[in-house]
Protein backbone atom coordinates (compact mmCIF):
# COMPACT_ATOMS: atom_id res chain seq x y z
CA UNK A 1 0.00 0.00 0.00
CA UNK A 2 3.00 2.33 1.09
CA UNK A 3 4.54 1.92 -2.69
CA UNK A 4 1.43 2.52 -4.32
CA UNK A 5 1.14 5.89 -2.45
CA UNK A 6 4.80 6.64 -3.52
CA UNK A 7 3.65 5.52 -6.86
CA UNK A 8 1.07 8.37 -6.67
CA UNK A 9 3.73 10.91 -5.57
CA UNK A 10 6.35 9.66 -8.28
CA UNK A 11 4.99 8.81 -11.93
CA UNK A 12 6.43 5.23 -12.67
CA UNK A 13 5.45 5.01 -15.87
CA UNK A 14 8.01 5.92 -19.34
CA UNK A 15 6.29 9.01 -19.15
CA UNK A 16 7.77 10.15 -15.28
CA UNK A 17 9.99 12.87 -14.85
CA UNK A 18 12.33 11.45 -13.55
CA UNK A 19 13.96 9.20 -16.46
CA UNK A 20 16.90 7.85 -14.94
CA UNK A 21 15.86 3.90 -13.78
CA UNK A 22 18.00 4.00 -10.77
CA UNK A 23 16.62 7.17 -9.47
CA UNK A 24 13.27 6.15 -9.73
CA UNK A 25 13.69 3.41 -8.11
CA UNK A 26 15.63 5.01 -5.53
CA UNK A 27 13.14 7.61 -5.09
CA UNK A 28 10.34 5.09 -4.53
CA UNK A 29 11.95 2.90 -2.37
CA UNK A 30 12.67 6.27 -0.02
CA UNK A 31 9.13 7.50 -0.66
CA UNK A 32 8.01 3.68 0.13
CA UNK A 33 10.07 4.30 4.00
CA UNK A 34 8.78 7.83 4.36
CA UNK A 35 5.56 6.21 3.93
CA UNK A 36 5.80 3.36 6.63
CA UNK A 37 8.13 5.74 9.19
CA UNK A 38 5.31 8.65 9.36
CA UNK A 39 2.25 6.19 9.14
CA UNK A 40 3.84 3.90 12.15
CA UNK A 41 6.17 6.16 13.79
CA UNK A 42 9.08 3.07 13.84
CA UNK A 43 9.01 0.22 10.83
CA UNK A 44 11.43 -3.05 12.44
CA UNK A 45 13.84 -4.40 9.26
CA UNK A 46 14.43 -7.78 8.86
CA UNK A 47 16.31 -8.57 6.36
CA UNK A 48 16.90 -12.36 5.23
CA UNK A 49 19.55 -14.38 6.80
CA UNK A 50 21.54 -15.40 4.14
CA UNK A 51 21.93 -12.02 3.21
CA UNK A 52 24.46 -11.39 5.83
CA UNK A 53 22.69 -8.39 6.71
CA UNK A 54 21.61 -7.34 10.36
CA UNK A 55 17.56 -5.90 10.85
CA UNK A 56 17.32 -2.54 12.66
CA UNK A 57 14.70 -0.40 13.12
CA UNK A 58 13.66 2.24 10.97
CA UNK A 59 12.94 5.52 12.85
CA UNK A 60 12.03 8.86 12.18
CA UNK A 61 15.37 10.80 12.44
CA UNK A 62 16.27 14.54 12.69
CA UNK A 63 16.05 16.36 9.78
CA UNK A 64 17.58 20.24 9.23
CA UNK A 65 20.67 22.09 10.64
CA UNK A 66 22.69 21.42 13.33
CA UNK A 67 22.53 24.49 14.69
CA UNK A 68 23.90 23.51 18.35
CA UNK A 69 25.46 20.39 20.33
CA UNK A 70 26.05 19.84 24.21
CA UNK A 71 28.17 17.21 25.43
CA UNK A 72 27.34 17.31 28.83
CA UNK A 73 24.04 15.82 29.41
CA UNK A 74 24.26 15.38 25.32
CA UNK A 75 22.08 17.69 23.94
CA UNK A 76 21.52 18.87 19.72
CA UNK A 77 19.99 22.01 18.39
CA UNK A 78 18.44 21.45 14.70
CA UNK A 79 16.65 24.16 12.50
CA UNK A 80 13.80 22.62 11.08
CA UNK A 81 13.69 22.35 7.24
CA UNK A 82 10.46 22.45 7.21
CA UNK A 83 10.91 26.47 7.95
CA UNK A 84 11.40 29.36 5.39
CA UNK A 85 10.68 29.41 2.21
CA UNK A 86 10.25 25.67 1.51
CA UNK A 87 7.10 24.81 -0.92
CA UNK A 88 4.18 22.58 0.79
CA UNK A 89 5.82 19.67 -1.27
CA UNK A 90 9.39 19.95 0.61
CA UNK A 91 7.87 20.65 4.05
CA UNK A 92 5.89 17.39 3.66
CA UNK A 93 8.78 15.38 2.95
CA UNK A 94 11.17 17.32 5.41
CA UNK A 95 9.12 15.14 8.11
CA UNK A 96 11.58 12.23 7.97
CA UNK A 97 15.14 11.33 6.69
CA UNK A 98 13.46 9.42 4.54
CA UNK A 99 11.83 12.04 2.51
CA UNK A 100 14.29 14.50 2.56
CA UNK A 101 16.82 12.27 0.42
CA UNK A 102 13.98 11.13 -1.82
CA UNK A 103 13.60 15.02 -2.26
CA UNK A 104 17.11 15.77 -2.87
CA UNK A 105 16.94 13.15 -5.76
CA UNK A 106 13.67 14.72 -6.94
CA UNK A 107 15.46 18.27 -6.88
CA UNK A 108 17.40 17.60 -10.07
CA UNK A 109 14.36 16.94 -12.07
CA UNK A 110 12.33 19.39 -11.16
CA UNK A 111 14.01 22.14 -13.02
CA UNK A 112 12.78 23.52 -16.47
CA UNK A 113 13.99 22.23 -19.67
CA UNK A 114 17.76 23.02 -20.81
CA UNK A 115 18.04 25.48 -23.88
CA UNK A 116 20.54 25.75 -26.05
CA UNK A 117 22.09 29.06 -25.60
CA UNK A 118 24.24 29.44 -28.99
CA UNK A 119 23.96 29.62 -32.30
CA UNK A 120 22.43 32.14 -34.29
CA UNK A 121 19.63 33.42 -32.63
CA UNK A 122 22.15 34.41 -29.71
CA UNK A 123 24.68 35.97 -31.96
CA UNK A 124 22.26 38.69 -32.41
CA UNK A 125 22.73 39.70 -28.61
CA UNK A 126 26.25 41.89 -28.19
CA UNK A 127 27.06 42.35 -24.63
CA UNK A 128 28.10 46.19 -24.16
Given at each position: ?N??R?????D???A?????M?????V?????A????L?????T??PS?????????L???M?GSL??A????V?V????????N?S?????LM?N????????????Y??GPL??T????W?A??W?
Amino acid sequence: MNFRRAERFVDNTPASIISDMDDRQEVLYDLTAFYLVLVQNAVTATPSAEEGQTGGTLEPGMVGSLTSAHEGSVGVGIQSLQSGNASGTEKFLMQNQFGAMAWQIIQRYLHGPLYETVGLAWDAYLWP
